[in-house]
């Protein structure tokens, strides 16, 4: 199982970033995917999931500014980022399970 996230870089706070998780050795269109993010120093959090039937749900620190979506066919799970802040700064993360993605950072500049 490999779960492959990438996407990350530097942006603005204000502007938008579209991570992705690429996903192999699992029934991808009945998996729920997770995401996850670290800030230096901080426990991992979690930041929403987006379940087999595209139901999703977020932590509260980002509804409304995030977006988790699916393209089943290319086996990619999307997070789509709006109105960043310097606090939305952290290694993100995909999970399924007991499975997880090596990270992709994000940094978010003030």
């Known amino acids: 199982v490999q779960l492959q996230a990438s996407g990350g870089g530097l942006v603005q706070a204000g502007t938008s970033l579209k991570l992705s998780c690429a996903a192999s050795g699992i029934s991808f269109s009945t998996s729920n995917i997770d995401w996850y993010r670290q800030a230096p120093g901080k426990r991992r959090e979690w930041v929403g999931f987006i379940r087999s039937d595209r139901h999703t749900d977020y932590a509260d620190s980002v509804k409304g500014r995030f977006t988790i979506s699916r393209d089943n066919a290319k086996k990619t799970v999307y997070l789509q980022m709006s109105s960043l802040k310097p606090d939305d700064t952290a290694v993100y993360y995909c999970?399924?399970?007991?499975?997880w993605g090596q990270g992709t950072q994000v940094t978010v500049s003030s």
């Open positions: 999970n399924h399970m007991q499975y």
